[in-house]
Nanobody, 132 residues
Framework: QVQLVESGGGSVQSGESLRLSCEASSVTHSAFCIGWFRQTPGKEREGVATVDSGGSTTYADAVKGRFTISRDNAKNTLYLQMNSLKPEDTAMYYC??????????????????????????WGKGTLVTISS
């Protein structure tokens, strides 16, 4: 089964940048949707950014213009470039993916995005702390 491992988290000051990585192992087929989510104590996970199987990206309003999601299929790695970081970006960041194939060949009615709740594979997270 696919396993996801995040890395790249750390502690930086407001305005600085970080790049998170998520390496996938035992990949047998492309994911319908892959992305980044984050969670702070006392709050539920929220979607940050996603990319679908066709390469289309979607971002949460809070990170638009500052974060960029990308992937390297050859390396089975997902990235999240985070620029102009703010204290409110402090959270545990998780990568996740939906590896379930479409039930209908050549047709998929699912919508990949920060609010998609069909992810079936999750990493353990990497902590990002932004100080003012």
């Amino acid at each position: 089964q696919v396993q996801l491992v995040e890395s790249g988290g750390g502690s930086v000051q407001s305005g600085e940048s970080l790049r998170l990585s998520c390496e996938a192992s035992s990949v047998t087929h492309s994911a319908f949707c892959i992305g980044w989510f984050r969670q702070t104590p006392g709050k539920e996970r929220e979607g940050v950014a996603t990319v679908d199987s066709g390469g289309s990206t979607t971002y949460a309003d809070a990170v638009k213009g500052r974060f960029t999601i990308s992937r390297d299929n050859a390396k089975n790695t997902l990235y999240l470039q985070m620029n102009s970081l703010k204290p409110e970006d402090t959270a545990m960041y998780y990568c996740a993916a939906d590896f379930t194939p479409s039930l209908i060949p050549h047709e998929d009615l699912r919508e990949c995005g920060p609010y998609y709740n069909g992810m079936d594979t999750w990493g353990k997270g990497t902590l990002v702390t932004i100080s003012s």
